[in-house]
């Protein structure tokens, strides 16, 4: 199995959209986040504390989380944490815990908190240059039901993501 979706990481100036993608195998069972270097293990870490707090049921597959993106690696700011929901979604997604099959149309942005608080972009940060262009090309959005009378296509994040993270 294999998903792809868009991200938005938020900037100084302008947004900056990235493309992950990942799978699962039936390799060894485990949880890889590739392209971030050391910062990946704190994003995987996270998302095992909350597979286990939550009693969240994975099967036992190896599933890996990738992106390719330079700005992620050499970026001291700490951007890498937007990839949080959007990697989440994916990898949940793949492990049957997440009612969405096809993520290949789909923008997502957000961090989480260790205690599953979600934060996502404001619209206005969010509906700019690139992100504008894709939405009109028919991406779908994920994000807050709030925010459903600003997108036309919206997947509303409480729908796919239920408790316990804190939306």
């Known amino acids: 199995m294999h ?29 890889e986040v590739v392209g971030l270097g050391g910062k990946g293990k704190s994003i995987k870490e996270k998302f095992i504390y909350f597979n286990k707090r939550y009693k969240i049921p994975i099967p036992p597959r190896r599933f890996v989380l990738c992106v390719d993106d330079q700005l992620l690696l050499t970026s001291k700011e700490g951007l890498y944490r937007w990839l949080e929901l959007p990697f989440l979604i994916m990898y949940w997604s793949m492990a049957g815990v997440v009612p969405i099959e096809n993520l290949s149309n789909c923008l997502c942005s957000g961090t989480l908190s260790a205690t599953g608080h979600v934060e996502t972009l404001e619209t206005e940060t969010f509906m700019t240059g690139e992100v504008r262009e894709l939405v009109e090309n028919g991406y779908n959005v994920i994000a807050k039901s709030g925010e459903s009378k600003l997108f036309e296509n919206i997947i509303p994040l409480e729908e796919i993501i239920r408790a316990p993270l804190l939306i």
């Open 3 to 31: 998903k792809q979706m868009m991200v938005v990481i938020p900037g100084n100036q302008k947004n900056h959209v990235c493309e992950i993608f990942g799978y699962s195998t039936r390799g060894i069972p485990g949880l």
